[in-house]
């Protein structure tokens, strides 16, 4: 295990910055997500820890040892893709025990480097197959095992759950987390998937346009988005987001509960919402509608349980209420978190 820090990481391609300034503290045994849409860095940076990629300016250092002009092997980091790159023509056992074959450790190490990865991992029933053999979980775990047998300082996945089917890559993301917690390796993970990120990280870096717009804990990210996009972008499905009083007001879909009878709480906010869709979800609702009473075509999403959809219909129009301590607001120039005024908000 090792703290992972880095210090002022660009990567510059021409005129672009692929990555643009990031400040990173992971502490030993920490699991990071780092999430964000496609072409917003994430990817990059990871290269960039692992070796792969020279930084054009900032410094990369494990362990406190400054590594950033050293190559992959010298950093002892094991790295997880989306393709597993598992050797067809070797079976489970021989993928496992290749990286220590290439180190030269003798042979009766090995088997018992492999014996304990693949009891670890509980694939001892596969240790004789060629990947061809394997489902796509079964080599999504013999990768895990082959980077685990190593010993490393710290693990590096990009996406290694993108290519499983949906129920296979909801089991993953359990097993992952386990491993993690077993082992105690620091680990960064990359994903554009919100589900990943929010349910393996114990912290969650949010990036976009090579810099990282947020760093905190998954519930931090998701009840105080630090602006705009994080609000926007985190959550299935995400915040709303509304002008108000010169500014940008944001509150979760399922904070906004039609209007019961009786009177509001103090500070609560009342929309006029023409209900333009329902949608089934098992469990829960979702309502699609359109702000009635304000500037513009704003559109909301009211997230509701089975008893209150019931009661409504598309088409008709209904008072909507949300709580001020559920509401967050923003600067309407920058984007960015501001204290929430103490004047009266308008209905």
């Not at 804990?217 to 009840?223: I, S, V």
């Amino acid at each position: 295990m090792a703290t992972l820090e880095l210090r002022g990481i660009k990567k510059r391609f021409g005129d672009f910055y692929a990555v643009d300034g990031v400040d990173l503290m992971i502490a030993e045994g920490e699991f990071l997500a780092i999430l964000g849409p496609s072409g917003c860095g994430k990817t990059t940076l990871m290269r960039m820890i692992a070796g792969l990629e020279p930084p054009s300016a900032g410094e990369v250092l494990i362990g406190g040892v400054p590594v950033t002009h050293l190559p992959p092997r010298a950093r002892n980091v094991s790295m997880v893709f989306q393709s597993y790159a598992l050797y067809p023509h070797m079976s489970v056992a021989e993928n496992i025990a290749f990286p220590l074959k290439a180190r030269g450790m003798p042979k009766s190490e090995r088997d018992t480097k492999v014996k304990w990865v693949v009891g670890l991992m509980g694939i001892e029933g596969l240790v004789k197959r060629k990947p061809g053999r394997l489902s796509g979980g079964e080599k999504q775990k013999v990768a895990l095992a082959r980077s685990l047998v190593r010993d490393p300082s710290l693990f590096i996945f990009d996406e290694p759950l993108s290519s499983l089917d949906a129920q296979v890559r909801a089991m993953a993301r359990g097993e992952l987390r386990q491993l993690h917690d077993r082992t105690g390796v620091t680990t960064v993970y990359v994903t554009h998937d919100q589900l990943e990120a929010l349910g393996m990280g114990d912290r969650v870096a949010i990036m976009n346009r090579g810099q990282v717009r947020q760093l905190g804990t998954p519930q931090e990210l998701y009840d105080d988005p630090a602006d705009t996009f994080v609000a926007a972008f985190l959550g299935s499905p995400p915040m709303n987001l509304i002008e108000r009083d010169n500014r940008i007001i944001g509150f979760r879909p399922e904070y906004l509960q039609p209007r019961a009878d009786g009177s509001l709480a103090q500070g609560a906010l009342v929309f006029k919402v023409r209900i333009m869709q329902l949608e089934f979800l098992g469990s829960e609702w979702l309502i699609y509608g359109v702000l009635e009473d304000g500037d513009g075509e704003n559109r909301l999403l009211a997230k509701v349980d089975q008893p209150v959809a019931s009661k409504l219909r598309s088409g008709e129009s209904r008072d909507f209420v949300v709580e001020r301590s559920c509401l967050r607001f923003f600067d309407k120039t920058t984007g960015l978190r501001i204290a929430p005024s103490a004047a009266k908000l308008t209905q």
